[in-house]
Nanobody, 115 residues
C-alpha cells in the first residue's frame, strides 16, 4: 500500500507564492513519474506539471514561467513552487505518482488565490 501526503496549500493573495509538497510512503521504492493536477469547481481535473525519474518536466501552458516542479528521490517527495499566483489558479491540487503497474493519488490540498 502506498500513501501520498500533501501539504502547503492555503489562502494567498494574487501575486503571491505557495509551495506544495507531496511525500510518498509505503510499498514503493523508485517512482517513475510524479505530478500535480488540479480541479476547480465545475471543471475537469487537469495536469499542472509532471516530472519523470530522469528529471524531465512537462507543464501546462497556464503554469509555464510561474510554476516549478521538482523532486527529491531520496525522500520520494515532489514539490510544486507556485509564483505569481492568480485567482484562476484557485483549485484543489492533487499529487499523482505513476509507473508500470501503479497509479496513486493524494487526497488533495486546497489552494485559494483571493484578495
Amino acid at each position: 500500500q502506498v500513501q501520498l501526503v500533501e501539504s502547503g496549500g492555503g489562502l494567498v493573495q494574487p501575486g503571491g507564492s505557495l509551495r506544495l509538497s507531496c511525500a510518498a510512503s509505503g510499498s514503493i521504492s523508485s517512482i517513475n513519474t510524479m505530478g500535480w493536477y488540479r480541479q476547480a469547481p465545475g471543471k475537469q481535473r487537469e495536469l499542472v506539471a509532471a516530472i519523470n525519474s530522469g528529471g524531465r518536466t512537462n507543464y501546462a501552458d497556464s503554469a509555464k514561467g510561474r510554476f516549478t516542479i521538482s523532486r527529491d528521490n531520496a525522500k520520494n517527495t515532489v514539490y510544486l513552487q507556485m509564483n505569481s499566483l492568480k485567482p484562476e489558479d484557485t483549485a484543489v491540487y492533487y499529487c499523482n505518482i505513476w509507473g508500470s503497474g501503479y497509479d496513486y493519488w493524494g487526497q488533495g490540498t486546497q489552494v485559494t488565490v483571493s484578495s
